[in-house]
């Protein structure tokens, strides 16, 4: 789904997860002048992860309910590769709310993806759930690879391949999710670390598929801490990931794959990140909890591109 990169008027700052806004949209200041050939391209793309919240059904519908009619006073939504000039909007919740958020959402043109898949198609697998299931109830995306699925549930590289793999099977398409932890940075291997999970993940990826992949550049070291990713710094690791794209695909596949940043994504620190030439939208996990963020969010404001 995309929505106009016109944006809501006022930059929300203290309101509840569900207050309405008053004023009317704005437009952005950007210009194609401003923006570089590939960026232009690439349509951005927000996503918003849930995660393991909110603790009920009835809290997830509301927040839902509530973006929506934030959304709604944006002057047009529409769906995915319709127009230009539009972002892409997906949303993550838990398993049990998916089928009802989507309900709510995809009048709005919002996609819903599953947090995650296990790669076999059946079977003796408690607890899991598989691609075809998540593709029954809707689900146009799926996160593979998030750092804590690595981290907390020992996600392989080698697995989390066969579920980016099995994602493009069932026709839905895998945002995988690459990124260094605080030890990697301390060591400064940061782009080893995402060169050796892009060149794994992807393996047997065909170019044609890569159309459907999403990477998402997540530090692991900024999710959930408060800390954020230097924009420029984190421009540059998306930069990287493009030549590893290039050694692996070519430079079509390179500069047409959309990369997002994920690390404590806030609205008083988007504006910055979107403006970098190799960010092409955001991974957002605490913030997507509030309707009023997550809406200023994806209405951007990107006026400036860093070199």
């Known amino acids: 789904m995309k929505l106009s990169l016109t944006v809501l008027a006022a930059a929300l700052s203290g309101a509840g997860a569900f207050t309405a806004l008053n004023n009317g949209p704005r437009t952005t200041t950007t210009t194609t002048t401003e923006l570089s050939m590939h960026q232009r391209q690439r349509q951005p793309i927000m996503a918003g992860n849930w995660k393991m919240n909110p603790a009920t059904e009835a809290d997830a519908l509301n927040l839902a309910n509530g973006f929506c009619a934030l959304l709604n006073q944006l002057e047009d939504t529409c769906a995915v590769d319709v127009k230009e000039g539009c972002t892409e909007v997906v949303l993550f919740p838990p398993f049990p709310f998916i089928s009802k958020v989507k309900d709510i959402v995809s009048k709005d043109g919002i996609s819903v ?30 996160l593979c690879g998030h750092s804590e699925r690595r981290s907390l549930f020992s996600d392989s590289d080698a697995n989390i391949n066969q579920k980016v793999r099995k994602v493009l099977e069932y026709g839905m398409r895998p945002i995988l999710c690459v990124g260094e932890t605080q030890d990697d940075y301390d060591l400064g291997i940061t782009q080893e670390v995402c060169a050796m999970q892009v060149t794994k993940d992807l393996r047997g990826v065909s170019k044609e598929d890569m159309s459907n992949v999403v990477i998402a550049y997540e530090p692991v070291w900024a999710i959930g801490t408060g800390l954020v990713c230097d924009a420029k710094a984190a421009n540059d690791v998306h930069k990287f990931i493009r030549t590893i794209l290039a050694k692996m695909y070519d430079d079509e596949v390179a500069q047409s794959t959309r990369i997002q940043y994920g690390g404590s994504v806030t609205p008083e620190s988007v504006d910055g990140l979107m403006a970098m030439s190799d960010i092409d939208g955001c991974l957002v996990g605490g913030a997507s909890l509030f309707a009023d963020k997550f809406a200023r969010i994806v209405s951007f404001k990107s006026s400036v591109v860093a070199a």
């Open 113 to 142: 993806g599953a947090q995650q898949v296990y790669y076999e198609n059946k079977g003796a697998f408690t607890g899991s759930v598989a691609a075809s299931m998540v593709k029954s109830v809707g689900c146009e995306y799926v």
